[in-house]
């Protein structure tokens, strides 16, 4: 099973700290969603032209891969939809230099249901999955907002139309806003999922109340076993989401306890 952890959980962290933290746990790689007071990965000084060369030998050096460039893209807002296209294509080009497979976009940037563009957001899906078949990069859609449900991935997956598509399962939010069973997502978008993502909740009403993993009732074993028994060959990344609530447990206790949970599930 390959752990990773997104650095949206360490806000504060340089990436030397972030890089000796992941290594020194187990983990078998990080996932970049900003780094510092840096989220737009196009502008973390580590990854310029300047300094990229350097930053990777140095992440090679530790034995750890980065899985996603996990870019806020949102293709299916109009007002965002031109800009977002053009970060993502960024994210793409960033990717073919660091030798990372993959991006995260998204249709649109709430968790929750909204109303988005999705004919505009599957045609620039497209032209985006085009863009990074040239350079050996696939750009993942994340389970979020209105595409939390399969019925709406499978939809816009088929209108997209390429090949060089995946997507990105955010257990949390099938769960949570899409109202589904892992079970129900695997049989559905199994064979599209190419990266996970992990955190654990209770509700309060309806408001979500973050928890470290175990802690909450997102069946997250579940999905685990699912996809370890399918033979799955990415990797499981903790979001824990923390640059967005500040109140969150420090990263250091919440990176070990995932670490542990994880390696304590059946194989």
Same mark, same amino acid.
């Given at each position: 099973?390959?752990?990773?952890?997104?650095?949206?959980?360490?806000?504060?962290?340089?990436?030397?700290?972030?890089?000796?933290?992941?290594?020194?746990?187990?983990?078998?790689?990080?996932?970049?969603?900003?780094?510092?007071?840096?989220?737009?990965?196009?502008?973390?000084?580590?990854?310029?032209?300047?300094?990229?060369?350097?930053?990777?030998?140095?992440?090679?050096?530790?034995?750890?891969?980065?899985?996603?460039?996990?870019?806020?893209?949102?293709?299916?807002?109009?007002?965002?939809?031109?800009?977002?296209?053009?970060?993502?294509?960024?994210?793409?080009?960033?990717?073919?230099?660091?030798?990372?497979?993959?991006?995260?976009?998204?249709?649109?940037?709430?968790?929750?249901?909204?109303?988005?563009?999705?004919?505009?957001?599957?045609?620039?899906?497209?032209?985006?999955?085009?863009?990074?078949?040239?350079?050996?990069?696939?750009?993942?859609?994340?389970?979020?907002?209105?595409?939390?449900?399969?019925?709406?991935?499978?939809?816009? %997956? @088929? #209108? =997209? $139309?390429? /090949?060089?598509?995946?997507? &990105?399962?955010? !257990?949390?939010?099938?769960?949570?806003?899409?109202? +589904?069973?892992?079970?129900?997502?695997?049989?559905?978008?199994?064979?599209?999922?190419?990266?996970?993502?992990?955190?654990?909740?209770?509700?309060?009403?309806?408001?979500?109340?973050?928890?470290?993993?175990?802690?909450?009732?997102?069946?997250?074993?579940?999905?685990?076993?699912? %996809? @370890? #028994? =399918? $033979?799955? /060959?990415?990797?499981?990344? &903790?979001?824990? !989401?923390?640059?967005?609530?500040?109140?969150?447990? +420090?990263?250091?206790?919440?990176?070990?306890?995932?670490?542990?949970?994880?390696?304590?599930?059946?194989?």
């Amino acid at each position: 099973m390959k752990l990773s952890f997104s650095t949206l959980g360490c806000p504060r962290w340089t990436l030397k700290e972030i890089v000796a933290t992941a290594k020194d746990l187990g983990f078998g790689g990080v996932e970049i969603r900003g780094i510092g007071d840096k989220i737009n990965a196009l502008e973390i000084p580590e990854f310029s032209d300047a300094e990229i060369e350097q930053t990777k030998e140095k992440i090679a050096q530790t034995g750890l891969v980065i899985p996603s460039l996990t870019s806020g893209a949102t293709l299916a807002v109009r007002d965002r939809a031109q800009d977002s296209f053009l970060e993502a294509c960024g994210y793409i080009d960033l990717a073919r230099k660091l030798g990372v497979k993959y991006i995260r976009v998204m249709g649109t940037g709430e968790p929750h249901i909204t109303v988005g563009d999705f004919t505009l957001g599957a045609g620039l899906y497209r032209q985006l999955c085009e863009y990074g078949a040239k350079r050996g990069v696939t750009p993942l859609i994340e389970t979020n907002g209105d595409l939390s449900s399969s019925k709406a991935m499978l939809a816009f %997956l @088929d #209108r =997209a $139309g390429s /090949d060089n598509c995946g997507v &990105l399962w955010d !257990v949390h939010h099938t769960v949570r806003f899409g109202s +589904e069973s892992p079970v129900e997502t695997f049989a559905a978008l199994g064979t599209y999922v190419k990266h996970v993502h992990l955190k654990d909740s209770v509700m309060r009403g309806s408001r979500v109340e973050y928890r470290m993993m175990g802690y909450g009732d997102v069946p997250v074993a579940d999905a685990v076993t699912l %996809l @370890d #028994r =399918a $033979g799955f /060959d990415g990797f499981f990344s &903790l979001e824990w !989401v923390k640059r967005w609530n500040p109140d969150l447990q +420090e990263p250091g206790i919440v990176f070990a306890h995932y670490k542990n949970y994880m390696d304590s599930l059946p194989e």
